[in-house]
C-alpha cells in the first residue's frame, strides 16, 4: 500500500500567466479557478501562493491545524512514562520518539502558517479549548505496555490514515507528510516491539500488555473519524484530492494488518467479529461506541481537561524562551540594518 501511495506527484500544470496582471478582479478570480480546476484534473499540486478557492483553504487550515495539535497534545501521555521508562535503552528511545512528535507539530504549524493564520493564533485556539485534536489523546496511558500499544496501534493507524495523505493536493502538507510517515513507521516498530518482549516475558507482562491491546484497540479504530454516512468533510476532502480514501475505507484496511500482526505477537484483538468479508473484499470489525467518541469530541473523555491544563502550563512556562528568542531576532534585525547603513 505504501509504495502505491507514494507515487510521485504529476508534472505541475502551467500556472496562470502574470499577463493577467492588468485583469479586473472577476476574471483573474476566473482564471483561477480554471487553473485550480486543473491541478485537482490532473491530480497535480497547489502551492501557496496559487489561487485557491475559500473553502479550500479553510478546509486544509481546519485539517493542518488540527493534525498539529495531535502531534503536540500527542506528546502527553508518553511523556508521562518517560521517567519510569523500565531502562536507559527504553527512556532514550521513548523521549526521542515523544521529541519526534514535537517535530511533527512544528512541520504541520509551518505547513498551515502557508495558508495564511499565524502560529500564535492557531496555540490561542487549542489552548483555549476552541480547537479539535485527535480524539485518542484523551485517553490515560495507565501501564509502560501502554507505550507499546500507543506505537503499534495509534502510530500504526496515523500511518495507515497519513502515508495517503503523502498525496495530498496541498504541496506544503504532503512534503510534510512524507518526513512525518518515514518517522511514524520507526514509532510503531519500537511499539510492536515493546509489545513483543512484554508477550515473551511472564504471564504477568504478557498480561499487561493484552490488557494495554485491549484498552486503545477501539479508541485507535475511532481515530479515523466517523462513519462515511456521518462524516460531513470526507466528500469535499476527497474531490479536492486531501483525502484519498474515505474513514471507513482506512479502518477496514488497518484491521486487516493489525490481524496479521496480532498473530505474531501472540495477542489477540478484543473483537470477535473481525472477519474478512469476501463478497466486499474488506475487512469488518465489531461495532464502536460512537456515543463515546462525541463524548470525547465534545470534551468530555476521560483526560481532556488534563491534556488542555498541562498544554497550558506548558505554554505559560515558555513565556520567558518565547521572549528571549523574540529579542534576539530584534536584536539581529537591528544589527542587520546598522550593518546595512
Ligand atoms: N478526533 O467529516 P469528518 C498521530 C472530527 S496524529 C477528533 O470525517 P475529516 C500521531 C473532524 O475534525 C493523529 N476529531 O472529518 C501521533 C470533524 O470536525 P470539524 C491525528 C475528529 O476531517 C501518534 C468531525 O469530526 N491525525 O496520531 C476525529 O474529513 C502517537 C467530522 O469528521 C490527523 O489529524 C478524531 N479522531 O476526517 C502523535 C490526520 N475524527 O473539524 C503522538 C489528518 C473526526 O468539522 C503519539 N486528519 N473528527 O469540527 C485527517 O485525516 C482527517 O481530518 C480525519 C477526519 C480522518 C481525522
Known amino acids: 500500500m505504501a509504495a502505491q501511495n507514494l507515487q510521485s506527484v504529476p508534472d505541475q500544470p502551467a500556472a496562470p500567466q502574470e499577463a493577467n496582471a492588468g485583469q479586473g478582479q472577476g476574471q483573474l ?9 486543473r491541478v485537482m484534473a490532473d491530480d497535480s499540486r497547489i502551492e501557496p501562493k496559487d489561487w485557491m478557492p475559500a473553502a479550500y483553504r479553510k478546509t486544509l487550515l481546519r485539517q493542518i491545524s488540527q493534525h498539529a495539535h495531535s502531534e ?3 506528546m502527553q501521555p508518553e511523556a508521562n512514562w518517560i521517567s519510569r521508562a523500565p531502562s536507559l535503552k527504553r527512556k532514550a528511545i521513548l523521549m526521542a520518539k515523544v521529541q519526534d512528535e514535537a517535530g511533527h507539530g512544528l512541520y504541520l504549524y509551518s505547513a498551515a502558517e502557508t495558508l495564511g493564520q499565524s502560529r500564535d493564533q492557531m496555540m490561542d485556539d487549542l489552548i483555549a479549548g476552541k480547537a479539535r485534536y485527535s480524539s485518542i489523546f484523551n485517553y490515560p496511558a495507565l501501564t ?10 495509534v502510530d500504526g493507524a496515523a500511518i495507515c490514515n497519513q502515508v495517503p495523505l503523502c498525496r495530498a493536493s496541498y504541496g506544503p502538507y504532503g512534503r510534510a507528510m512524507v518526513r512525518i510517515c518515514k518517522e511514524e513507521s520507526f514509532h510503531q516498530r519500537q ?7 512484554l508477550s515473551n516475558g511472564t504471564p504477568a507482562q504478557k498480561q499487561m500488555a493484552q490488557d494495554a491491546v485491549n484498552r486503545w484497540y477501539a479508541p485507535a479504530l475511532m481515530m479515523f473519524g466517523p462513519p462515511d454516512d456521518d462524516s460531513p468533510n470526507s466528500k469535499q476532502s476527497m474531490a479536492w484530492n486531501i483525502k484519498r480514501f474515505s474513514n471507513d475505507e482506512l479502518r477496514s484496511r488497518f484491521v486487516g494488518m493489525m490481524v496479521e500482526q496480532v498473530r505474531v505477537l ?8 473481525v472477519r474478512f468479508n469476501e463478497d466486499t473484499r474488506k475487512w469488518e470489525h465489531g461495532p464502536l461506541d460512537w456515543n463515546e467518541f462525541k463524548e470525547v469530541l465534545a470534551g468530555r ?3 481532556n481537561s488534563q491534556r488542555l ?4 502550563q506548558a505554554h505559560d512556562d515558555g513565556a520567558w524562551v518565547r521572549e528571549a528568542a523574540a529579542s534576539y531576532a530584534a536584536k539581529q534585525v537591528n544589527k542587520q540594518k546598522e550593518y546595512a547603513a
Not at 509502560?144 to 506505537?151: N, Q, R, T
Not at 511499539?191 to 518482549?197: K, Q, R, S
Not at 491544563?309 to 497550558?312: A, G, K, L, N, Q
Open 191 to 197: 511499539g510492536f516491539e515493546i509489545l513483543l518482549e
Open 301 to 303: 473523555g476521560p483526560c
Open 309 to 312: 491544563e498541562r498544554r497550558r
Open 144 to 153: 509502560w505496555a501502554d507505550m507499546g500499544a500507543i506505537g503499534w496501534l
Open 72 to 74: 503536540i497534545i500527542g
Open 29 to 37: 478570480e476566473a482564471d483561477g479557478q480554471a487553473y485550480f480546476d
Open 266 to 273: 501472540g495477542l489477540t484483538l478484543p473483537d470477535s467479529e
